[in-house]
């Protein structure tokens, strides 16, 4: 999401048929300001081919490590983006990709991807950005206390979710309220924050504001409650408001030099009074609601550490096998790994742009907090 994610997932649009007649109302001001709108996969980055040998630190040990981190996305491809159209291959080329992928021994998996795909270099000219985001384990009560008074919202029963394609318009969709008949725009933080929450719209009480706000930077995480039980937490859904780097508000300012996880929250403990006025600079809300699982891509599968890259989608599809070729900044050490393109961010933007996943906890956030690499990203086209 991000730490640098800065990361917000992405949920299927709802659309809720008790404000359909009062959203139709609202169509002719849709159509004068989005007919320019993009699509969900619009753009083809500039593409090089090269060979699997080009890649520094491709194996057979890598070819197998990939291997059920993909078979997930296998099963959550997109039908309409991979279309006879598009540069990565289509569905059924996919599907077929799949079944064999599931089949083939281990000792035969690094031929597999040599012989059915081709490495594709995105946007060669470009140095490309490379961050990463974690999981974060943070104290959380399920009832509200002195101690635990900041409420984690559940998603709103007043939030509307507008598809476009259901009006024949394309872009990314809108989010709103139904306020005397017409679509307004939801809250920002702000807004949100001023309203005293009801318990029945809580999900869960934190104990730290600066916890929450990067808890909704990363998109899920997990809570501690006060017993030792570890609750997980998933994105819901957003207000639709755009995301705000906070910590290039800082920069912009003077404020911090380098920017990370870490030295802004350093920031914000030194300057408690301005902390309220900094986090409101992002006006996106998200919400949560209980998961199964302790961190879920905007693909619906489970992300995996060090094996899930947060992309693009209007320029890479999720569910693509890619090769990333960058270094960590926290240690120096190269970070030469076959991922799966299985998230977004709000802030990843851009074809040779991305976030990795690394993992749970602590040692994790070591490794994301500070993340801020160029490098190369690379995607396994099938062969015609």
């Not at 808890?215 to 408001?241: C, F, M, R, T």
Request: a positive charge; proline letters at 7%; aromatic letters at 10%.
């Amino acid at each position: 999401m991000t730490f640098a994610y800065q990361h917000f997932k992405q949920s299927s649009p709802i659309f809720s048929k008790s404000v359909t007649a009062s959203v139709l109302r609202f169509i002719p001001f849709l159509l004068t300001l989005l007919l320019s709108g993009c699509g969900l996969f619009t753009t083809k980055p500039e593409q090089q081919p090269v060979k699997f040998s080009d890649l520094e630190g491709w194996s057979e040990e890598q070819a197998i490590a990939i291997r059920p981190a993909l078979v997930n996305s296998c099963k959550h491809l997109n039908r309409s983006v991979l279309t006879d159209k598009s540069p990565w291959g289509n569905y059924q080329q996919w599907q077929l990709l799949c079944k064999e992928l599931i089949q083939t021994p281990d000792r035969q998996l690094k031929a597999f991807f040599e012989q059915n795909f081709t490495p594709v270099r995105i946007s060669p000219q470009e140095k490309g950005l490379f961050t990463a985001y974690y999981s974060p384990v943070i104290p959380g009560s399920l009832d509200p206390s002195e101690d635990y008074s900041i409420p984690l919202l559940k998603l709103p029963h007043d939030l509307v979710k507008v598809r476009l394609s259901d009006f024949g318009l394309s872009g990314q969709g809108l989010v709103g309220r139904v306020e005397k008949g017409f679509l307004k725009p939801y809250g920002s933080r702000a807004e949100i924050n001023q309203q005293t929450a009801k318990n029945s719209d809580v999900l869960i009480w934190l104990s730290s504001p600066v916890d929450k706000f990067f808890l909704q930077i990363q998109g899920s995480g997990n809570v501690e409650l006060p017993d030792g039980k570890i609750i997980h937490v998933g994105y819901a859904g957003n207000n639709g408001h755009n995301y705000v780097a906070i910590g290039k508000i800082l920069k912009q300012k003077g404020e911090l030099e380098e920017v990370s996880m870490q030295t802004i929250q350093s920031w914000l403990a030194k300057n408690p009074d301005k902390r309220e006025w900094l986090l409101n600079q992002n006006p996106r809300y998200i919400f949560f609601s209980f998961s199964d699982e302790g961190a879920i891509t905007a693909q619906g599968v489970p992300a995996t550490m060090r094996r899930t890259l947060a992309v693009d989608p209007s320029y890479i599809p999720l569910g693509l096998p890619v090769w990333l070729d960058t270094r960590l900044t926290a240690t120096g050490e190269k970070f030469q790994q076959m991922m799966v393109a299985q998230d977004t961010g709000s802030a990843i933007k851009g074809p040779a742009r991305g976030d990795i996943y690394m993992g749970i906890g602590k040692d994790a956030a070591h490794i994301a907090g500070p993340q801020q690499e160029p490098g190369k990203l690379y995607v396994l086209v099938p062969r015609q």
